[in-house]
């Protein structure tokens, strides 16, 4: 599994319909207690889930009370499209999803999946909170909507049943599940591959059945809605192979940048007994810091250039 840099995405935090922000949205009212229905399409132990419960904790305590968030996590709510159209009509008050997910109501908003728009995190979260994210709220309004906030999600790894993905041409005929946005689809024909648009609550029984051969996703989503079940990362070898196929998968690894390496064996070591929540939350921390590093801009001009990477270990 290699993660390729495509761009920063980022997560409205929560889209409020306009209606729910007059406090016209639907929601039960009882002893002056006014409840919120924030719905998304993650597992409740998924990091931005837990960020979500936060929000709701910090609101009824802000609000002494008078203000609950019902969370309703894992597509409860509706595909993404069917939650923002709910939010759109006040019927749901919150959700989130990357920018893709609202060109269908916000057409620029689709520029945000372009590939390597933003360079790391530190450029974009000033961006998000100044001029860039006014001009969002200017086209999120006359939709229906308002950006409350961001969530950054970080890279995201185009993963498959194959073969690793460590130029363009790797992605050749590749059936990849991607969003349904028309950056999206035109920047996976242009690799190569035959992209699928494909709702994320499809995906499990898609990769399943054999629909599509794999996906590009944040690592956080990826280990918290378990692909890795489907056959992601596994290997069969006949018996008395084993050991020739590890090493040649260690001398795979081990071709790898040196910062990754050293996540690879943390996580080997110490995160995988923890369970899936710890997973979570140490795949985006450690993303995090590994994206900010030399070798991965060198990781990100090699893929562009088609050439093979020079790491240096900084």
Not at 177 to 191: C, D, E, G, K
Request: proline content about 7%; charged content about 20%.
């Amino acid at each position: 599994m290699n993660n390729v840099d495509r761009r920063v995405f980022i997560k409205a935090v929560s889209a409020v319909g306009a209606a729910g922000a007059l406090g016209g949205a639907t929601g039960a009212r009882a002893q002056g207690t006014k409840t919120l229905k924030f719905g998304h399409m993650l597992p409740p132990d998924q990091v931005h889930h837990k960020a979500i419960a936060l929000f709701g904790e910090e609101l009824g305590k802000l609000s002494k009370n008078s203000i609950k968030v019902d969370i309703f996590p894992s597509s409860q709510m509706g595909s993404i499209p069917e939650m923002l159209q709910s939010v759109q009509a006040g019927s749901l008050s919150m959700s989130m999803a990357v920018p893709a997910w609202y060109s269908s109501f916000m057409k620029p908003l689709d520029a945000f999946t372009l590939p390597y728009l933003v360079g790391n995190e530190e450029k974009l979260r000033p961006a998000l909170e100044g001029p860039l994210g006014a001009q969002i709220n200017k086209f999120a309004e006359p939709a229906g909507f308002k950006v409350l906030g961001y969530l950054l999600l970080g890279a995201r790894s185009i993963v498959n049943k194959q073969r690793a993905i460590n130029k363009p041409e790797d992605c050749k005929g590749l059936k990849l599940r991607v969003i349904n946005s028309p950056v999206y689809l035109a920047t996976f024909r242009a690799l190569g591959a035959n992209p699928v648009a494909m709702d994320p609550s499809e995906l499990y029984l898609a990769l399943q059945q054999g629909v599509v051969d794999g996906f590009e996703y944040p690592l956080p989503d990826l280990v918290a809605q378990r692909m890795y079940e489907v056959g992601l990362v596994n290997k069969l070898t006949r018996p008395g192979e084993q050991l020739e196929a590890a090493l040649a998968y260690a001398r795979r690894l081990a071709e790898n940048a040196p910062l990754v390496l050293g996540v690879l064996r943390e996580f080997v070591s110490q995160v995988i007994p923890k369970g899936p929540s710890e997973l979570a939350t140490y795949g985006r921390l450690a993303i995090a810091g590994v994206r900010r590093s030399d070798d991965a801009k060198e990781g990100i001009a090699a893929f562009k250039e088609k050439r093979k990477p020079r790491f240096r270990g900084r």
